[in-house]
């Protein structure tokens, strides 16, 4: 993993207490799911190989962050085979750089690669033509207590209606998108609840939150967005429960998840063998 934490952060912010110095929504969802892998990736820095879907939803990402430059920079949609080609490089690169990844059973990367550039087309088709970026993986670092966190946000779309006040265009509602590609779709429930959405409502004081969401289904893949908001409550609670965490962190506190944990077993555990799978 490239350390990139160095150029957004300045070395005498960086907070020795935590793995690269910096803290960040992904390691702070880490430690939730379970301290105990968390130590194993964080800490131990034993990475596991990525999934299959894992390398699709990256490569989708790769494709949607050009297409969203390419409007931000040229006020114009770009050809739809040109980001297909960056989803389709993207793909290849990340198959070389991975040695090991763990493709599903009836997988193969022909396979994913395919569908990573379907879900890219529905993606340009059904959601692109409405996307107003403003920002894309807008980098941001905000400090809880002395800790920097730092966080990448997909895509700050400006998808208010267009109102013209005095022959000038207003700024329309700002809202924090993030795309997900998933096997199951999202519910209001998974976005009221996203730690991550919260995140990046603070850190850039939009309160409007959107998950732009593709969902690999049999027939193909779908698009459908679900819409959230974030208030000041919403923040206090996620910057509490994240300093507490932090805390945690620091003095070595790395709890194992709960024993009903679905993913706290041999299929979806890769640390399993070492932890409560070992002999
Ligand atoms: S086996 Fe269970 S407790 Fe151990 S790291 Fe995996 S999920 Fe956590």
Not at 85 to 91: G, L, T
Request: net charge neutral.
């Amino acid at each position: 993993v490239p350390d990139i934490s160095k150029k957004y952060v300045p070395d005498d912010r960086l907070d020795p207490g935590i793995p690269k110095g910096v803290f960040s929504g992904t390691q702070y969802e880490s430690f939730l799911r379970c301290g105990r892998a968390y130590e194993f990736s964080y800490i131990k820095n034993i990475k596991r190989p990525p999934a299959g879907a894992m390398i699709r939803g990256t490569t989708v990402h790769r494709g949607a962050e050009e297409a969203h430059r390419h409007i931000i920079a040229h006020k114009k949609l770009p050809d739809i085979q040109e980001i297909q080609a960056v989803v389709s490089d993207a793909f290849d690169k990340e198959v070389k750089e991975n040695e090991v990844i763990e493709w599903d059973e009836g997988e193969n990367p022909g396979r994913v690669k395919d569908s990573a550039i379907r879900s890219y087309g529905v993606y340009h088709r059904l959601a692109l033509p409405k996307v107003r970026p403003v920002a894309a993986e807008q980098p941001f670092v905000l400090y809880l207590d002395s800790t920097p966190v730092l966080g990448f946000i997909d895509l700050i779309d400006q998808a208010g209606e267009r109102i013209v006040i005095d022959g000038e265009e207003a700024p329309g509602t700002l809202v924090v998108a993030d795309l997900k590609v998933t096997q199951k779709s999202w519910s209001q429930t998974d976005i009221d609840r996203k730690p991550q959405f919260t995140l990046y409502s603070l850190a850039t004081g939009i309160p409007s939150v959107r998950v732009d969401n593709l969902v690999q289904l049999k027939a193909g893949p779908d698009f459908k967005q679900l819409h959230g908001q974030r208030g000041h409550q919403d923040h206090q609670v996620l910057m509490e429960h994240m300093s507490e965490t932090i805390g945690l962190i620091k003095k070595g506190v790395f709890p194992m998840t709960s024993i009903d944990n679905w993913m706290c077993s041999q299929t979806w555990c890769g640390y399993w063998s070492m932890c409560r799978g070992r002999r």
